[in-house]
């Protein structure tokens, strides 16, 4: 957060409580919806809002490893 008292005077208490809990950990934009119970589009739309105004900062995560691999072929069975 670049600006935290900015982005708690222009949200709501408890989501600013939650989003505050929420954001030193590394989450997607998928997972902080999910945690505060929000459409994942809704939600970045008024995220990409704070960030033009560089009250927040999105990061970029590295893609999860894949837990297996299957073959197509083997699948057409």
């Given at each position: 957060m670049n600006k935290p008292e900015t982005l708690k005077q222009h949200t709501y208490t408890?989501?600013?409580q939650?989003?505050?809990?929420?954001?030193?950990?590394?989450?997607?934009?998928?997972?902080?919806?999910?945690?505060?119970?929000?459409d994942l589009l809704s939600l970045t739309k008024i995220l990409m809002n704070y960030v033009s105004q560089e009250i927040i900062q999105l990061t970029d995560l590295p893609d999860l490893p894949a837990l297996y691999v299957v073959k197509i072929d083997a699948l057409k069975s």
């Open positions: 408890p989501i600013y939650k989003f505050q809990a929420l954001i030193g950990k590394k989450l997607t934009l998928r997972d902080l919806a999910f945690y505060l119970k929000q």
